[in-house]
């Protein structure tokens, strides 16, 4: 089941997010976060942009989330997104259908810009990114220090939808979670048939 995360998954979400931090690069963060941290993270975050999880009995085994690309008021059109799977749950197909329904809310909210940040090589990664429409938009070379070396990182962009002359203001998470068309797109995601 695909469903908006709650504060209470917050110490499922901190589980599934700690080997990146301390094993990977897949975050550059390099001091995990306590269980908390992750809840106020989700807090400040669901107002404004999707933090969705997938469920199945009981146990999250992914989420995604998206966020502010820039704190300029010309950026509020485009955010960027992340997602993170269980290592028990890949390779079912979780991440591509996760992802698709955060990128659907992101077009509901009247977004126009999706970016995936990647460290390299990150094939993975790569990918499920590029199986989701999105296209290489540059690379930061060297651009951050993490388990004794430089990494690069790639930038992965995706148009959600055109953007309108001029554009209306995009819609916080908050008040679309309410809004039929919302109800509808979690409804079909739940029971695709």
């Given at each position: 089941m695909i469903r908006i995360a709650q504060p209470r998954d917050a110490e499922a979400i901190h589980a599934i997010y700690a080997p990146h931090v301390s094993d990977g690069v897949a975050t550059f963060e390099n001091i995990l976060p306590g269980v908390a941290a992750m809840r106020e993270r989700l807090l400040a975050r669901l107002p404004h942009y999707p933090?969705?999880?997938?469920?199945?009995?009981?146990?999250?085994?992914?989420?995604?989330?998206?966020?502010?690309?820039?704190?300029?008021?010309?950026?509020?059109?485009?955010?960027?997104?992340?997602?993170?799977?269980?290592?028990?749950?890949?390779?079912?197909?979780?991440?591509?259908?996760?992802?698709?329904?955060l990128l659907d809310a992101m077009r509901l909210q009247g977004l126009t810009q999706a970016v995936g940040v990647i460290t390299l090589p990150?094939?993975?990664s790569v990918a499920m990114?590029?199986?989701?429409?999105?296209?290489?938009?540059?690379?930061?070379?060297?651009?951050?220090?993490?388990?004794?070396?430089?990494?690069?990182?790639?930038?992965?962009q995706k148009e959600l939808q055109p953007?309108?002359?001029?554009?209306?203001?995009?819609?916080?998470f908050a008040a679309l979670v309410v809004l039929p068309a919302w109800t509808a797109m979690l409804a079909q995601a739940v029971d695709p048939a």
């Amino acid at each position: 089941m695909i469903r908006i995360a709650q504060p209470r998954d917050a110490e499922a979400i901190h589980a599934i997010y700690a080997p990146h931090v301390s094993d990977g690069v897949a975050t550059f963060e390099n001091i995990l976060p306590g269980v908390a941290a992750m809840r106020e993270r989700l807090l400040a975050r669901l107002p404004h942009y999707p933090w969705l999880v997938w469920e199945e009995s009981g146990e999250v085994l992914a989420y995604a989330y998206a966020g502010r690309f820039r704190e300029r008021a010309a950026y509020d059109w485009i955010a960027e997104t992340s997602i993170y799977v269980h290592p028990d749950a890949r390779r079912r197909g979780i991440a591509r259908r996760l992802y698709a329904i955060l990128l659907d809310a992101m077009r509901l909210q009247g977004l126009t810009q999706a970016v995936g940040v990647i460290t390299l090589p990150g094939t993975a990664s790569v990918a499920m990114h590029e199986a989701m429409g999105f296209v290489p938009a540059g690379v930061w070379r060297r651009a951050g220090w993490k388990l004794g070396q430089w990494w690069d990182v790639g930038v992965w962009q995706k148009e959600l939808q055109p953007g309108a002359t001029p554009p209306s203001a995009p819609i916080p998470f908050a008040a679309l979670v309410v809004l039929p068309a919302w109800t509808a797109m979690l409804a079909q995601a739940v029971d695709p048939a």
